[in-house]
Structures are given as C-alpha cells and as structure tokens.
C-alpha cells in the first residue's frame, strides 16, 4: 500500500519519551519520532546506516565523540555501528531514515 496516514499508524515507545511511528519498505525503514523534553536515547550503536533529520525543538546528539545541538533544518549522517545516543532539550519531533529495515520496529 503505497499511502499511509501517519496517524493510524501503531505508536511505539521503545525508551520512556520516545514515542515513534515506523513506515517500513523493502530496503528502509523511516521512523516519526515525538520525543517528550528531557527524554534520554541511551548511547548504543546498531548495524543500521542512520539519517536524523530533526523537523521540530532541540535535541542533544552525540555520535561518537562528537557532541551538537540540534535544531530544525539539522542532519546527521551515522554510519553503521557507530555509537550514538542523546537527550531532548525541548520537546522534539525527528524522521529517521534506517537502511537496512529496523526489524525491531515492526
């Protein structure tokens, strides 16, 4: 099915905070994130290549030692297994693109 609303999709909420909504095609998976301010992504890495793009408030990112703020118009690019994690300065909205699909997040 080729069109969605984001609003019927099912909410996920894999660290307290961060609340996703996950479209999933053969080779990608885009998740809508609303992030609640003060929520903590916990470092991690994954085998996923990552594009963050943050549409709306602040968000803290660290990817590997490198540590920026984040605000409406950033884009960051995380390579495969790199460890990277935040927390929001504000309430946030971000769209991550994944490459391969985040199985996880079905």
Do not use: Y
């Amino acid at each position: 099915m080729p069109f969605l609303e984001l609003s019927e999709l099912a909410v996920k909420e894999p660290v307290q905070g961060f609340r996703g909504r996950a479209v999933h095609t053969d080779s990608m998976t885009v998740v809508h994130w609303e992030i609640d301010d003060g929520s903590e992504m916990p470092p991690h890495a994954h085998p996923h290549e990552q594009i963050v793009n943050l549409v709306e408030g602040s968000f803290e990112l660290k990817v590997g030692d490198e540590t920026r703020a984040l605000t409406p118009g950033s884009v960051v690019a995380i390579a495969p297994n790199v460890p990277h994690g935040g927390r929001a300065l504000s309430d946030c909205r971000i769209i991550d693109a994944f490459h391969p699909v985040r199985e996880d997040m079905r």
